[in-house]
């Protein structure tokens, strides 16, 4: 039979798809990328705000089409299916199989109930636990990492060390779906990583909701500085990111190890969401504006080259137009070096879904402008900065019309940061420089790319 897939959300939801793609291929099924050929479809659901959720939801009715045609059997899993799964039994019966997010230890089982025995309505008549219910969901064990298939190309892989959040911020239902947050054992994790080694991946991206917390639940304290070191050690890899360390874990071991390895990103990313401290506290983040500024302090002290990246939320309940101006202040004299904004979505079953003085979307809008506006000249002045300098880079592609190779620096998160365009003048042969390493001297930028000429 053959199965297609459609992975939504986060790099987090892609490692679970990139398994479950493992387990259908080692038991004989053909992948195929076009709907329309494939006899099972399963999509990996998003539920994290209100945008992700219409996703899924129409992403789902979209593929039960399918059903109509050739298609089978359709099948849901991920964050939507484990935070309403009740109701989107009843709402959904074009699907098949709903699969939670505690029941991937069981993925397989379920999955050839509903291929092999065909016993379908019991899968559909479980019960659920209340959302509100938030108990730490198992860690899938996943003997079949070793069969995961990575869909990201042959430089890069995420590689992810743990599950749920245990912040509880008022306005995240994160815990709701996941669960608080559950480390993987560290043997484990560098087991896969040799596995993704010997695949030829060069790059690791080390994720989970919150990196820092990495440990503190098996081994009493966070362990991030260690398992990167460790990391380091595994020959074949040559870049390692990690990804959302949130301010208050960051500790000088961490900042010691990013500084002193050459194989690790001199990269921040450190999703503070506000900096006043009166909005702080109704997010329930447990750091403040004092602790913030210190922290990017310290780090651009002790690693001067470093690269920080932000995320930020405008338009939380009761946040005045002072909160906002003491914000975008902020942005304009801490000039990060990449910065997201999101617009505040009321989620149901979050404390902030139920505080007063929620703010009208135009106002969010034009808060939401007003700092990517002012982010974009930043950007440019901070790329401007790096004209004349050579750069080691990953080269993943070329542009269309071939006059291009385009890659990244060390410096750049895939899918999320910029890029840099290589002249070709055609001296090069193409097999030589594409998924390789090259020096790039930047001789020009755009607003958030770079352009550059290889160093012979």
């Known amino acids: 039979m053959n199965v297609g897939f459609i992975s939504l959300g986060c790099s987090k939801n892609l490692i679970d798809t990139e398994v479950a793609i493992g387990m259908f291929k080692k038991n004989n099924y053909k992948i195929v990328n076009n709907p329309e050929e494939a006899d099972i479809l399963v999509i990996n659901t998003c539920g994290f705000i209100e945008s992700a959720k219409e996703e899924a939801i129409n992403t789902i009715l979209e593929m039960a089409e ?70 730490p969901l198992p860690m899938p064990k996943y003997n079949e990492f070793m069969e995961r298939i990575v869909t990201t190309g042959k430089n890069y892989a995420y590689l992810k060390i743990g599950e749920g959040c245990s912040n509880k911020c008022t306005y995240c239902a994160i815990p709701y779906i996941r669960g608080p947050f559950v480390s993987r054992e560290m043997d484990e994790i560098l087991n896969e990583a040799k596995m993704l080694a010997k695949k030829g991946i060069k790059e690791l991206i080390v994720i989970a909701q919150d990196t820092t917390k990495y ?80 922290i990017i302090k310290k780090i651009r002290i002790q690693i001067p080259d470093v690269t920080l990246r932000t995320s930020l939320i405008v338009g939380f309940p009761g946040e005045t137009n002072e909160n906002f101006e ?109 998924n390789n390493f090259i020096n790039c001297k930047i001789t020009d930028v755009t607003n958030y790319d770079l352009k550059g000429k290889i160093v012979k």
């Not at 690790?264 to 504006?289: G, V, W």
């Not at 902030?352 to 440019?380: C, D, F, V, W």
């Open 215 to 294: 440990g503190v639940d098996i081994y009493g304290e966070s362990k991030l500085a260690e398992l990167l070191e460790k990391l380091g050690k595994i020959d074949g890899i040559e870049w390692i990111r990690f990804l959302y360390s949130y301010p208050e874990g960051i500790t000088d071991e961490l900042i010691k190890t990013v500084a002193n390895n050459g194989k690790i990103a001199k990269y921040f990313d450190i999703p503070i969401q506000h900096i006043s401290n009166s909005i702080l506290k109704k997010m329930n983040r447990r750091t403040s504006k004092e602790n913030i500024t210190g």
């Open 326 to 434: 003491e914000l975008l202040e902020f942005v304009k004299t801490t000039k990060f070096d990449k910065l997201g904004v999101f617009k505040y979505s009321k989620e149901e079953g979050t404390p902030a879904a139920r505080l007063p003085e929620q703010i009208h979307g135009n106002t969010k809008k034009a808060r939401y402008n007003k700092i990517m506006a002012e982010q974009q000249k930043i950007s440019k002045q901070v790329l401007e900065n790096k004209v004349g300098k050579n750069y080691k880079v990953l080269v993943e592609d070329m542009s269309f019309d071939g006059k291009y190779f385009v890659g990244r620096t060390m410096q750049d998160v895939p899918e999320e940061d910029g890029l840099v365009y290589i002249e070709n003048d055609g001296s090069f042969d193409v097999n030589e420089i594409l």
């Open 66 to 135: 399918y059903k109509k045609k050739r298609c089978k059997y359709l099948i849901a899993m991920g964050c939507l299916v484990q935070r309403y799964y009740d109701d989107l039994i009843k709402l959904l019966p074009e699907v098949d199989l709903f699969i939670k997010i505690d029941e991937y230890n069981n993925l397989w089982d379920k999955i050839e109930d509903l291929v092999k025995r065909d016993i379908v309505e019991k899968s559909k008549t479980k019960t659920s636990k209340k959302i509100s219910e938030i108990e």
